[in-house]
């Protein structure tokens, strides 16, 4: 059983942005949403987040929403314009470790993305980084 309270099978927790208010994963229900926990270390986000972006085109016509969650004191000084949400307290991971935990093998430090349907159910599971180019192709499989 999931301790933290869900929206439509999505961990209902808030966030704070990197550029000010908050976010909660919840809201994206109704979306297929992407939620991408990037690794601790500043060299690893560095890539993970240009891995990211250099698939952007591809991921332009798949419909899907992206949430960058990442800690604040870690957060690379190159990507400062890229929104960010905060999981300051590790309530953010630990809710998606409980609802992925048959298939969540890499720790906090490693990160990990979580692709949920329309309707809030959990699809794949992604451990660590490097999966930008994965994800694209789920996504477009699923149109």
């Not at 927790?13 to 976010?23: N, Q």
């Not at 992407?34 to 698939?55: G, H, I, W």
């Not at 314009?81 to 409980?98: M, N, Q, R, V, Y």
């Not at 990160?111 to 930008?132: D, S, Y």
């Amino acid at each position: 059983m999931v301790a933290t309270e869900l929206k439509f099978g999505v961990p209902d927790v808030d966030l704070t942005w990197s550029c000010g208010g908050t976010v909660n994963p919840s809201c994206f229900v109704g979306h297929q949403l992407f939620v991408l926990f990037l690794p601790t270390d500043q060299e690893r986000q560095a890539a993970e987040l240009k891995s990211y972006d250099a698939q952007a085109d591809a991921f332009a016509g798949t419909d899907a929403w992206f949430l960058v969650i990442g800690q604040p004191e870690t957060f690379p000084l190159l990507h400062r314009s890229t929104p960010i949400a905060f999981d300051t307290e590790g309530t953010a991971w630990g809710a998606f470790l409980e609802l992925a935990e048959d298939e969540l093998t890499s720790n906090r430090e490693d990160g990990a993305g979580f692709l949920f349907t329309r309707g809030g159910a959990l699809h794949r599971v992604w451990n660590g980084p490097g999966h930008a180019v994965e994800l694209v192709r789920e996504l477009k499989e699923r149109l």
